[in-house]
Structure formats: C-alpha cells, structure tokens
C-alpha cells in the first residue's frame, strides 16, 4: 500500500514504527485520531495554543506509515504509543480522543494511569461501533478493505475536486442528522482539507473490530471531559453516555451544533474549542 501524500516523523520504538508529526511547545497533547486519519490530519489542533502546548499526532496502527504489525487490539496500540512516548520524556501528557481513537486513548490513559494530566473524548467511541448486523459495517468491508480502499478514495478525492460543494453536502449528511444546510466556503475549504488526507489503510476494518471492556474505563483515574453531538449521525451519543457512566472523574458536555460529529468544524466549533480550553485551564 503506497501513499503518496507528504510523510511526517517516522521513528522506531522498542515494539515497533510510528509515524507521527510533534507541532508547537510546552505541554504534550497526545492526540489519538479517528477513523481513515492519520497524524497529518490536523482539524483537531485548530483551537489550541502553541506556545503553550506542545501537539504530538501518532498515525495510529494500520494508518498513515505506522504498520498494524500485531497492534490489532486497542490494548495493543497503546502499548505501541506508550513505547513512542518513553521518546519524549515528559512528566505528564494530555491525551486527546477523537471519534475511533476512543478505544486507543483510553487504552492508553488506563496503561500510563500517573503519566496523565487529563483526558479529552471528543465524539469518540467508547464500546463496540458497528456489529456485522450493521448495513454500515457490511459496507465498510466492501469500500474500505485494504485491496480497494486506494480506490475509493481516488474516487472521493477525485470528486472532491471536481465538486466540492456537492461533496460537502453528501459527507455533511454522513457526519449529521440535521437537515442540510448552506455551508460557507470556508466549511467547505476545512473539509476538503480534512478529506484530502484521508486514506483508510488496514486501520479502519481494524477500528471496526475494536471492544473495550468496561473495566478500562473504570481504571481511567485522571480528569476526563467527555465532549459530543447530541446530531451525531457517525458515532451515537449513547458512546458518550456509555465512557460518562463508567468514568469516575468525567466531566459530560453535548451539543447542539450544526456538523455532528465534527464538533471542530464550522462556526459552532466555537463553544467545545473554548470548553476544551476551560477545561484544560483548570488542570
């Protein structure tokens, strides 16, 4: 599997090679990204000083330049991530989940347990996604299986191009259930950037199978806020009812926004990136 996009960082941990990209100084975010991402996707930074902290984005197992190599499980890739880490020497990281990071971030906040500041959830999976039930899942598999993904999304990109205010729309309804709505350039600028960097890799299929047993979110000890989309059309809220019951230390904020699951695009991305910050603040 080739990529011809830009590459970041790549180093060799003891259990094995990471690509990830390290922007801006002061306190590490460690930000564990979302399905068919990769560590140059980086609509999540917007928002966060860097001066003031220091965003250190790994490619996950199965995405980006980072192999799955025997990092199936979410256990696993924190592990891995753990091992990155250890590179940096920092007393106590900030660990950032987004969408299907969720697994892996708190996978990994339960393994460092007092190398943790905090823990953010944004619109992220907390238990099993999709089942093989799941018209989705079955969908998954046929578009984003590692022999055609590269096709699907020269496709995307592709129309992309071609079309982007059409492409929008329909990507618009795939992360919302509110009904369409004008979007501004600019929304469609951000997503365009954001879907141009996407690939799937064997990481996404990989996503799909992931469990978390509750007992790793119970052994989550550090402040976490949970933020998420009651509009959410890609991950339910229930995912972010689920981490707030078994979180002892979490904080729970939902929103009404426009985009869903993309808390961080558009104008309503205003009020969970100064959350966040409150937040962050408080530590």
Not at 81 to 99: H, M, Q, R, T
Request: net charge positive; proline share 4%; glycine share 8%.
């Amino acid at each position: 599997m080739k990529y011809p996009e830009s590459v970041g960082n790549i180093v060799n941990t003891q259990l094995g090679r990471i690509e990830y990209t390290d922007i801006g100084t002061g306190t590490s975010m460690v930000f564990l990204h979302g399905g068919h991402s990769n560590c140059r996707v980086q609509l999540f930074h917007k928002g966060f000083d860097k001066k003031r902290f220091r965003l250190i984005t790994p490619s996950r197992p199965g995405y980006g330049h980072t192999p799955l190599n025997g990092h199936e499980k979410p256990e696993d890739a924190a592990r891995l991530i753990a091992s990155f880490l250890e590179l940096f020497n920092d007393d106590k990281i900030i660990v950032i989940g987004i969408s299907a990071g969720g697994p892996t971030a708190i996978s990994l906040v339960a393994l460092l347990k007092d190398k943790v500041r905090a823990l953010v959830l944004i619109s992220a999976v907390s238990k099993r996604w999709l089942t093989k039930m799941d018209g989705r899942f079955l969908l998954s598999r046929l578009l984003f299986h590692p022999i055609m993904e590269g096709t699907t999304w020269k496709l995307v990109h592709a129309c992309f191009r071609l079309f982007p205010r059409s492409m929008a729309k329909t990507f618009f309804n795939e992360f919302s259930t509110n009904s369409s709505v004008e979007m501004t350039q600019k929304e469609i600028l951000a997503l365009k950037k954001m879907i141009s960097l996407q690939r799937s890799g064997r990481g996404f299929l990989n996503d799909l199978r992931h469990e978390l047993d509750t007992k790793v979110l119970e052994a989550v000890e550090c402040p976490t806020l949970i933020m998420h989309s009651m509009n959410d059309a890609s991950v339910n809220v229930d995912m972010a009812y689920h981490a707030h019951g078994h979180i002892a230390n979490a904080e729970l904020k939902l929103y009404n926004n426009r985009w869903g699951h993309l808390l961080w695009l558009g104008r309503d991305s205003a009020q969970p990136i100064n959350d966040a910050n409150r937040f962050l603040r408080q530590l």
